[in-house]
């Protein structure tokens, strides 16, 4: 157990809807990545936040968006999703952001029919 | 910019047999290695690292040599056993991007699958 947690677990839902993926990182830890895993591109950094405020941004779509709350939890929403979107999405967490071990979640696992 | 590449897969052996994986990176700067290994079901979890040329990540029996010279970082073991059945991916985080630090981002490589028998 890494000690990052994500809900839900696993998501089915229609194109052209928005969903919101959860994420809470290890204790102590400030700073959140998102990843996509998907079989065509593999996996693939989405953004990254640091006590609150994003700090790196990757391949995101701009129909993509994330935030990080106070309390340091995560969430990414995804809108008007297509069914190319369907794919398993990570949070890591670390504790400063920089070049350091990632903690990784279980994955919330995507379908778009 | 940063870039990770694997040797392709999958890859099956019988137990006790000896692994490679191949995994070579371009990037600027000096980055940090990683191998990240994935159980079905589960997610991403770190096997081994290093963070400066000529350093040796171990863990669980793998290893894995920085080689700047070379810019591989390749994963070896002497002698797999069916629960090392997994995906394992090659990843590098640092170094010099365009437009500034790169913090601590992941680069992946495409994953190896490693089908164990007994």
């Known amino acids: 157990d890494s000690g990052v947690t994500q809900t839900p677990k696993h998501l089915i839902t229609a194109t052209g809807q928005r969903v919101t993926l959860r994420c809470s990182p290890r204790?102590?830890?400030?700073?959140v990545y998102w990843y996509q895993q998907s079989l065509d591109q593999g996996l693939q950094f989405l953004i990254q936040?640091?006590?609150?405020?994003?700090?790196a941004k990757g391949n995101i779509l701009e129909r993509f968006s994330a935030q990080q709350f106070p309390d340091l939890h995560s969430e990414l929403n995804l809108s008007s999703l297509e069914l190319g979107d369907s794919a398993l999405y990570f949070c890591?967490?670390?504790?400063?952001?920089?070049?350091?071990?990632?903690?990784f979640g279980p994955g919330t696992r995507l379908l778009v029919l | 910019g940063n870039s990770v590449t694997q040797m392709e897969g999958p890859v099956t052996l019988s137990e006790e047999a000896f692994l490679t994986i191949n995994c070579t990176y371009t990037?600027?700067?000096?980055?940090?290695l990683f191998w990240y290994v994935q159980y079905p079901g589960e997610g991403l979890q770190l096997l081994l690292k290093?963070?400066?040329?000529?350093d040796k990540g171990s863990n669980k029996g793998f290893e894995a040599t920085y080689r700047k010279e070379t810019t591989s970082f390749h994963l070896e073991k002497g002698s797999v056993q069916v629960s090392d059945s997994a995906v394992y991916f090659c990843?590098?985080?640092?170094?010099?991007?365009?437009?500034?630090?790169?913090?601590?981002?992941?680069?992946f490589g495409q994953g190896t699958i490693l089908t164990v028998h007994p």
């Open positions: 890591a967490s670390s504790v400063e952001g920089l070049v350091e071990t990632q903690y």
């Open positions: 204790s102590g830890d400030l700073s």
């Open positions: 936040y640091y006590n609150g405020e994003e700090r």
């Open positions: 990037a600027t700067g000096y980055p940090s």
């Open positions: 290093a963070t400066k040329a000529d």
């Open positions: 990843a590098l985080s640092g170094g010099i991007v365009a437009g500034g630090t790169s913090y601590g981002k992941l680069t």
